[in-house]
């Protein structure tokens, strides 16, 4: 597995050194380069003769986190830009917006074989497959629930 530059010598500490604000986006971040998310989309998202100051690949992914960690708005990628120390270079608005643009039907439909693509490797990767969803004790077939809850209790 090819690690990127960004994440090399990343770690998790908690002795109040090199805090950074919002740092579960770096776990998604990292989640979509370590299952070859960023890579396939980069794949996708390629152009003849053109090569971007900005992975377009790296953009998308940079988006997802984004709206993930609560962004509403396109100028929100600014969350992510202002942690240049654990994340490096990140794309300013323009290039997000012109990111976006490029995303063509053409595209559309190789982002979504490159999404399947990560999903069914994955998914290969579970002991035994995707688990069963129930509910109510009625399994949903195909379907896949995430479930996503937090609490944090300050005492």
């Known amino acids: 597995m090819k690690r990127t530059s960004w994440s090399t010598g990343l770690s998790v500490s908690g002795d109040g050194v ?12 990292l989640l979509a380069d370590r299952t070859g998310l960023t890579g396939e989309l980069s794949k996708a998202m390629v152009r003849r003769h053109f090569v971007p100051g900005h992975d377009r690949g790296r953009v998308l992914v940079d988006v997802a986190v984004m709206l993930a960690d609560g962004g509403e708005a396109i100028s929100d990628i600014d969350v992510l830009r202002h942690q240049a120390g654990v994340l490096g270079p990140v794309a300013s608005p323009p290039t997000v917006w012109r990111t ?25 990767q579970l002991p035994g497959g ?22 944090v209790v300050i005492t």
């Open 100 to 124: 976006l643009d490029e995303v063509t039907t053409g595209r559309l439909k190789k982002i979504a074989a490159a999404r399947a693509r990560v999903r069914r490797h994955v998914w290969g």
């Open 130 to 151: 995707v688990p069963a969803s129930k509910v109510a004790g009625t399994d949903l077939g195909d379907v896949v629930v995430l479930e996503v809850d937090a609490t």
């Open 18 to 29: 090199g805090v950074v604000a919002h740092a579960g986006s770096v776990a998604s971040r």
